[in-house]
């Protein structure tokens, strides 16, 4: 009476069972580690493109086509003035020097040291950045003092109907 209790429950059918049962989870482990490796795999392959269009855009290798943008008439600029506009974007700040009769250099003006505002020294004829004496060449963008080791990035105008305008912004040739 009352020995229900004292049964091993399951007995052998349970050894089975929890065999099946582990085996079962190894291959659960296995189809999910599958899985993971395979979604590592397919998120690695979806950046590829990605990873090579940021890759290309740092190396300055795309040519960028912005639309163009007006910036100032030729009537408002005496030789040796220098106007500041935005382009491409309205927070990308730029600054455009009118050299001669014919001749405007136009660079985004964010300083390539720490981004302090880069000026036009009419006198001294060079782009410069007071932050910490930065200069860069007029005609190059290239720097010539203090601690920018890049060139400011160029923005190349043009003048019609005795307007200048912004049409794109040049490749950014780093040496690396
Ligand atoms: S931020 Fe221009 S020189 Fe440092």
Known sequence: MG?????IPFGEDNYTHNI???????LDRRGFMKTMVGAAGLF????????????KELL??????YPEKAIAKVSEMKVGDAVN?????DHDKALLVR????????????CTHLLCPVFWDQGEGDLICPCHK?????????????PPTRPLPEIVVKVEAGT???TRVKRYEEKL
């Open 20 to 26: 099946d049962r582990n085996n079962e989870r190894s």
């Open 99 to 110: 050299l001669g009769e014919n001749e405007y250099k136009a660079y985004q003006n964010a």
């Open 3 to 7: 020995d229900k209790n004292n049964r």
């Open 44 to 55: 690695a392959l979806s950046t590829v493109p990605w990873g090579a269009v940021a890759a």
């Open 164 to 166: 200048i305008y912004a």
């Open 134 to 146: 930065g200069k860069f060449d007029v005609q190059t963008g290239a720097p010539t003092a203090g």
């Open 60 to 65: 300055g290798l795309g040519n960028k086509e």
């Open 85 to 89: 506009f935005t382009y491409p974007g």
